[in-house]
């Protein structure tokens, strides 16, 4: 199995940064994309950016030019710089990666639990 732990919420006014951080741990044979998505009160979880193993990424239109992906392929870690915060990405985060066990089984998602994001106005 492998397991996901996001780090980095909290409170922060409009305007503010934070900067969230995933970390990946178990049977790791290989991790492809990952990923950072969202869920607001009420609302579907909706992407936020992701980005491959070789470096290519993908923003969602609200957090483009506000948001940077990052990752750590030595440390399996992604993170993502969230600068000029709104009250609207106010939303739990989760992080996701694309990963597989053994060299043989195949790629699947995992999710971690989630970090709280509160943007106040």
């Known amino acids: 199995q492998v397991q996901l732990v996001e780090s980095g919420g909290g409170l922060v006014q409009a305007g503010g940064s934070l900067r969230l951080t995933c970390a990946a741990s178990g049977s790791i044979f290989d991790i492809g994309a990952m990923g950072w998505f969202r869920q607001a009160p009420g609302k579907q979880r909706e992407l936020v950016a992701t980005?491959?193993?070789?470096?290519?990424?993908n923003y969602a239109d609200s957090g483009k030019g506000r948001f940077t992906i990052s990752r750590d392929n030595a440390k399996n870690t992604v993170y993502l710089q969230m600068n000029s915060l709104k009250p609207e990405d106010t939303a739990v985060y989760y992080c996701n990666a694309d990963a597989r066990t053994t060299r043989l089984s195949n790629f699947r998602i995992y999710w971690g639990q989630g970090t709280q994001v509160t943007v106040s106005s």
């Open positions: 980005m491959t193993r070789g470096g290519i990424v």
